[in-house]
């Protein structure tokens, strides 16, 4: 007779635990619910007129850079613009519209370097991120506008870059920023061009190989690589 009174008390206590273990689940999901939630907001960086393209945050991410062919309609070509995350206030860094513009941060965040195409002066330039002077570093002429953007290297002492070379395919070339020394970067794939360059560390360097319309492969270059 104890025991069967006693019973009830026992199946209050599993529903109880039961109950407890199954709030505590539902907690754990809704805080990983809200947490990805958070995560995979995506919020515009700009909201200008024309077309905006090749962008690319500084070190630090508070600060955006891009092409921009829309600050008048007399401008025929893009422009390298800068604007601090959050605000839509841009200053114009480069005045010598072009048939496309690419840049990237350096690793410290003061300067920029850049691809531009043009008609009259294509080649890789620097510019601090601030504005001012630019600087050549490097003739050349590009077959693709998406793999056209530089890269630097952790120690800033090194700039890969996309270039025609004399078969008109294009490939990966590196740049020694002391001596404005340029190589191209070998062994190599077959590539029809290759680019768009980005270090994983100041001896390995990963670029894409397009080897027909469409078709693209990711290499990875450096010492401990093939």
């Known amino acids: 007779l104890a025991a069967r009174r006693g019973f009830p008390w026992l199946a209050v206590v599993a529903i109880v635990l039961l109950l407890g ?17 958070i995560l ?11 077309a905006e393209r090749m962008p690319a945050l500084s070190p630090d991410g508070t600060r955006l850079v891009f092409a921009w062919n829309g600050e008048s309609e007399e401008i025929a070509g893009f422009d390298l613009y800068a604007k601090p995350v959050g605000s839509e206030r841009y200053t114009r860094l480069t005045h010598s519209p072009a048939i496309a513009i690419s ?12 691809a531009r195409a043009s008609q009259s002066n294509s080649g890789v330039f620097m510019i601090p991120a601030t504005g001012g002077e630019e600087r050549k570093l490097a003739a050349a002429s590009f077959a693709q506008e998406s793999l056209a953007q530089p890269a630097w290297s952790p120690d800033g002492k090194t700039l890969g870059y996309a270039a025609i070379d004399a078969s008109s395919s294009q ?3 590196l740049l020694t920023l002391a001596s404005l020394e340029s190589r191209v970067l070998t062994p190599a794939p077959a590539c029809w061009h290759a680019g768009a360059p980005a270090w994983i560390a100041d001896d390995q360097l990963a670029f894409v190989c397009m080897t027909s319309i469409a078709v693209y492969e990711i290499y990875l270059a450096g010492p401990h690589s093939n």
Do not use: C, I, K
């Open 171 to 173: 490939v990966v070339q």
């Open 21 to 37: 273990a199954g709030g505590l689940a539902v907690w754990r999901f809704w805080g990983t619910w809200q947490h990805s939630t």
């Open 40 to 50: 995979t907001v995506v919020s515009p960086l700009t909201s200008l007129l024309g």
């Open 103 to 114: 840049a990237a941060w350096s690793p410290d965040g003061t300067q920029l370097a850049f």
